[in-house]
């Protein structure tokens, strides 16, 4: 059974730094992409990176381009997304999911979710 489990969310101050995690189980990683996704309260769930399962040319939202950096280690079954520079406005709850194959930064295009860890920037 495919299972995406999320984790390093948590409370940083403006300007700071996290590293989200997403391991796979259940399934080979390296024939999907991995999308990261967040929702803040009241809003939709919207696109923030993705990467292919050949680590190839990585997509990312406006919002965080040159902030944000996905990665990939198919021999840990984990993407890595790291987060530089955050901002009060990427506040939200953070889910991995999984495609086959190619990229994309709609939900809808997704069928295979996370539960989601929580990140907080807040002076």
């Known amino acids: 059974q495919l299972q995406l489990v999320e984790s390093g969310g948590g409370l940083v101050q403006p300007g700071g730094s996290l590293r989200l995690s997403c391991r796979a189980s259940?399934?080979?990683?390296?024939?999907?992409?991995i999308g990261w996704f967040r929702q803040a309260p009241g809003k939709e769930r919207e696109g923030v990176s993705c990467i292919s399962g050949t680590g190839t040319r990585p997509n990312y939202a406006d919002s965080v381009k040159d902030r944000f950096t996905i990665s990939r280690d198919n021999a840990k079954n984990t993407v890595y997304l790291q987060m530089n520079s955050l901002k009060p406005e990427d506040t939200a709850a953070y889910y991995c999911?999984?495609?086959?194959?190619?990229?994309?930064?709609?939900?809808?295009?997704?069928?295979?979710w996370g539960q989601g860890t929580q990140v907080t920037v807040s002076s």
């Open positions: 999911a999984a495609r086959l194959v190619i990229c994309s930064l709609y939900v809808a295009d997704f069928g295979s």
């Open positions: 259940g399934f080979n990683l390296g024939v999907y992409a």
